[in-house]
C-alpha cells in the first residue's frame, strides 16, 4: 500500500506561481515514475507530468510544457510540480500517483491516489 499527501496548493493570480509537493510513503518510491494529474470540476481527471526514478526523463501535457516543472527527491520520498505563468484554466484539484505508461495514456500504477490539493488560478 502506498499512501499519497498533496500540498501547497492556493489562490493565485493568473500569472503567479506555486509549487505543489507529493509526500509518499508505504512502498518503495524511488522504484517507481511518478506524476501529477489534475481535475478541474466537472471534467475528467488528466495527466499533466510524471518525472521517471532515476530523474533522467520528464514527461508533460502539451497544456503545461515550458511553464510546468516537475521533480523529485527520492531521499525525502517527495515529489514537486513547480507551476509558473499560471492561468485561469489551470484551476483544478491536483493529485500525484505512481505511474506507468500504458503506450496511449500515463495511468495510476497503484491505483491509489491522496486527498488532492486546490489549486484556483484567478483572472
Known amino acids: 500500500q502506498v499512501q499519497l499527501v498533496e500540498s501547497g496548493g492556493g489562490l493565485v493570480q493568473a500569472g503567479g506561481s506555486l509549487r505543489l509537493s507529493c509526500a509518499a510513503s508505504?512502498?518503495?518510491?524511488?522504484?517507481?515514475?511518478m506524476g501529477w494529474f489534475r481535475q478541474a470540476a466537472g471534467k475528467e481527471r488528466e495527466f499533466v507530468a510524471a518525472?521517471?526514478?532515476?530523474?533522467?526523463?520528464?514527461y508533460y501535457a502539451d497544456s503545461v510544457k515550458g511553464r510546468f516543472t516537475i521533480s523529485r527527491d527520492n531521499a525525502k520520498n517527495t515529489v514537486y510540480l513547480q507551476m509558473n505563468s499560471l492561468k485561469p484554466e489551470d484551476t483544478a484539484v491536483y493529485y500525484c500517483?505512481?505511474?506507468?505508461?500504458?503506450?496511449?495514456?500515463?495511468?495510476?500504477?497503484?491505483?491509489?491516489w491522496g486527498q488532492g490539493t486546490l489549486v484556483t488560478v484567478s483572472s
Open positions: 508505504g512502498r518503495t518510491f524511488s522504484s517507481y515514475t
Open positions: 518525472i521517471n526514478w532515476s530523474r533522467s526523463r520528464t
Open positions: 500517483a505512481a505511474v506507468i505508461d500504458s503506450g496511449s495514456s500515463w495511468i495510476n500504477a497503484l491505483d491509489a
